[in-house]
């Protein structure tokens, strides 16, 4: 069973920084995409970044560019997304997600439960 | 970057009732697109794959259609249980975007 379990949220300043983190199981993990996804509160989703199977390519929003780094370890299993210099509107539930063997054609087929992320100060 | 535009916002429907979405993306994004129902308190699950795969153990009564920039989302004949949002979300190429949502409520 694929088990996707996100921890690392919390309550934070803004300006300051938080790491995020996502232990996979049940699946082969270097052989996939991960990704997060983030839902803040009473909106919609939003694709936050992905990164390939062996960490060369990643893709970030705009929104996140230049202050959030995703990053992965395959000899532990896990994700990673470390946030720096938070905005009140980084406050949002951030979800660990797995693609789909072909992404670009299928897109996601699991998700985690998700860890709550509060910037305020 | 691709926008993905999700219409209705909102609708009210009744059991039974047939509906439909419609996402359109500002450039052909060939079948490069998914949809996602969301229950509060829930993770998003998906429902269809690659615009009209219906993703295992999902009922018949979902179907995708669509290619390039128009898609959309038919559910035939609503049921209690698929009171909730639904998003699209293309994944063409970096950065993958989210249609804004459409949440169905019972009228």
């Known amino acids: 069973e694929v088990q996707l379990v996100e921890s690392g949220g919390g309550l934070a300043q803004p300006g300051r920084s938080l790491r995020l983190s996502c232990a996979a199981s049940g699946f082969t993990f270097d052989d996939y995409t991960m990704h997060w996804v983030r839902q803040a509160p009473g909106k919609g989703l939003e694709w936050v970044s992905g990164i390939s199977w062996n960490s060369r390519a990643i893709g970030y929003a705009d929104s996140v560019k230049g202050r959030f780094t995703t990053s992965r370890d395959n000899a532990k299993n896990s994700l990673y997304l470390q946030m720096s210099s938070l905005r009140p509107d980084d406050t949002a539930l951030y979800y660990c997600?797995?693609?789909?063997?072909?992404?670009?054609?299928?897109?996601?087929?699991?998700w985690g439960q998700g860890t709550q992320v509060t910037v305020s100060s | 970057d691709i926008q993905m535009t999700q219409s209705p916002s909102s609708l009210s429907a009744s059991v039974g009732d047939r509906v439909t979405i419609t996402c359109r993306a500002n450039e052909g994004i060939k079948n490069n697109l998914s949809w996602y129902q969301k229950k509060p308190g829930e993770a998003p699950k998906r429902l269809i794959y690659t615009a009209y795969h219906l993703q295992s153990g999902v009922p018949s009564r979902f179907s995708g259609s669509g290619y390039g920039t128009v898609f959309t989302l038919t559910i035939s004949s609503l049921q209690p249980e698929d009171f909730a949002t639904y998003y699209c979300l293309q994944h063409s190429g970096y950065p993958w975007t989210f249609g804004q949502g459409t949440k169905v409520e019972i009228k």
């Open positions: 997600v797995k693609a789909s063997r072909d992404q670009q054609l299928e897109g996601y087929d699991y």
